[in-house]
């Protein structure tokens, strides 16, 4: 079974339309513009368990969705 994500456009979609990302928190001692990109692009967290994602709906509707998603089991949450 497929993850499915209820899109606020759409309505439910495969994951396959989707390409996500996490929100990024860059630390404030980072000051420089180009180290603060590289810090966001490639400095992942990937903790375990509940995650804010944002979502882009790239063969529906283009828009962003955010959701909640446990990375232990990939259910989303409420």
Do not use: K
């Amino acid at each position: 079974m497929s993850l499915r994500i209820d899109c606020p456009n759409c309505g439910r979609r495969n994951l396959d339309e989707f390409v996500y990302g996490e929100i990024p928190v860059t630390p404030d001692h980072i000051a420089g513009r180009f180290e603060r990109d590289l810090d966001r692009v490639f400095m992942h967290d990937n903790p375990a368990g509940a995650v804010v994602e944002r979502w882009f709906h790239v063969y529906g509707c283009r828009r962003w969705t955010t959701v909640r998603r446990d990375t232990t089991n990939d259910q989303l949450l409420d």
